[in-house]
């Protein structure tokens, strides 16, 4: 596995686990973080504060169905499940985008669209 995968399964790991240090570690200083049409986040701080957003409860179950790789940048496509604050849940199909400098994220780019079966 190269050295760019590895660091962006450590990543998922950290947040299956809700392990902010394994997390951030993966991360440069000025990491960007886009969800487009939600929020922009620059830096670590400002990701560690969405790590565990109150409007969830537990760790999300993230399953990787392909992760790709060229150059700098890594895609994994998969699913996330994750339980609500008012116990219901939330399937979504997602595409991360993680740009990658010198074996750390310094870009993610995440797409996510809510399905109604899980594992779709």
Same mark, same amino acid.
């Given at each position: 596995?190269?050295?760019?995968?590895?660091?962006?399964?450590?990543? !998922?790991? +950290?947040?299956?686990?809700?392990?902010?240090?394994?997390?951030?570690?993966?991360?440069?200083?000025?990491?960007?973080?886009? !969800?487009?049409?939600?929020?922009? !986040?620059?830096?670590?701080? %400002?990701?560690?504060? %969405?790590?565990?957003?109150?409007?969830?409860? +537990?760790?999300?179950?993230?399953?990787?169905?392909?992760?790709?790789? %060229?150059?700098?940048?890594?895609?994994?496509?998969?699913?996330?499940?994750?339980?609500?604050?008012?116990?219901?849940?939330?399937?979504?199909?997602?595409?991360?985008?993680?740009?990658?400098?010198?074996?750390?994220?310094?870009? !993610?780019?995440?797409?996510?669209?809510?399905?109604?079966?899980?594992?779709?």
């Amino acid at each position: 596995m190269s050295v760019n995968k590895n660091t962006v399964e450590r990543y !998922l790991d +950290g947040f299956r686990k809700g392990d902010h240090e394994q997390i951030l570690s993966c991360l440069t200083e000025d990491v960007i973080w886009d !969800l487009p049409g939600v929020f922009h !986040l620059v830096g670590k701080q %400002e990701f560690d504060k %969405e790590i565990e957003n109150p409007a969830f409860q +537990g760790h999300p179950d993230i399953a990787v169905s392909r992760t790709t790789e %060229e150059n700098d940048v890594v895609i994994v496509e998969g699913t996330v499940r994750a339980q609500k604050a008012d116990g219901e849940f939330l399937n979504l199909a997602f595409v991360d985008v993680f740009e990658m400098r010198n074996g750390k994220i310094c870009r !993610l780019i995440s797409y996510l669209m809510e399905v109604k079966a899980y594992g779709v």
